[in-house]
């Protein structure tokens, strides 16, 4: 068992209630010995109310449709993490855990699930596999990316992402991952070069502020520090987006 680190649950400051729900999924492969997942010792008292766990033999997965280690999605894995690829595909067994909940103004959801993986990893698992963030790490890596004491930024529960434009010297600043507490993710379009870094700290900030419970509204206006001209924000998406599997807040960079 690895040194247990409680996990905190943050609250959320700036929270204002809304119709979005709150996504978890995640994947964690292994030979799991059948004993009580030791989620305590992380401060989880277990699953929360509307997020399941259910083990599978692999070989069970691997005609789903949605079995994530093959097709084009497979070969990403394998590619940006080899090791923790081959660790997953070759376990006998895989623990899905998923569900959603309604919007909450605290984030003990978030705890208590991440608690339940970490016990997970303690007792046979040895890669979790996170779709919403695109993300595959072996136990080691997970650990080190949560298991931190005082709790992981918020930054290290998501994904930003920093895409080319049609046009040129534009890129496009995106996040996955916002689902995990029921708000939309972030997309900035037609970003120059000379402003990527700029943009992806208002990306930062802004699902920094989303995290900690703030709400934006269609044809909300956001005014940028040294831009004469508010910016507006648009929300689109849904779960079957292809880019966000999620709602979005979108908005252009001003020229």
């Known amino acids: 068992m690895s040194n247990p680190i409680i996990i905190p649950a943050w609250q959320r400051p700036h929270w204002q209630a809304s119709d979005e729900e709150i996504l978890l999924q995640f ?71 998923r569900g959603s909940l309604k919007d909450s103004k605290e984030t003990g959801y978030l705890r208590d699930t991440l608690g339940v993986l970490a016990g997970l990893l303690d007792i046979g698992g040895v890669a979790i596999l996170d779709p919403q963030t695109l993300s595959l790490l072996n136990a080691a890596d997970w650990r080190r990316q949560y298991l931190v004491a005082e709790g992981a930024p918020i930054r290290n529960h998501l994904l930003i992402l920093c895409d080319g434009e049609s046009e ?54 956001l005014d940028l520090e040294g ?21 979005f807040v979108e908005m252009q960079w001003p020229a």
């Open 27 to 97: 994947y964690v492969f292994g030979k799991f010995d059948a004993v009580r997942v030791p989620s305590l010792v992380y401060g989880s008292d277990g699953l929360p109310e509307g997020i399941t766990a259910t083990n599978h033999h692999h070989a069970d997965l691997r005609a789903w449709d949605g079995y994530p280690l093959k097709g084009a999605m497979g070969h990403m894995y394998k590619a940006d993490a080899s090791q923790a690829w081959q660790q997953a595909f070759d376990a006998p067994e895989v623990m899905v855990v």
């Open 168 to 221: 040129p010297a534009r890129s496009w600043i995106h996040t996955r991952g916002m689902r995990k507490f029921g708000r939309p993710d972030i997309s900035i379009h037609q970003v120059p070069d000379a402003a990527i870094d700029r943009a992806g700290l208002l990306c930062e900030t802004l699902v920094q502020m989303q995290a900690l419970g703030a709400h934006f509204v269609d044809g909300q206006r």
């Open 227 to 247: 831009v004469p001209e508010a910016v507006q924000m648009k929300l689109g998406g849904g779960l079957t987006d292809p880019d966000f599997n999620n709602t």
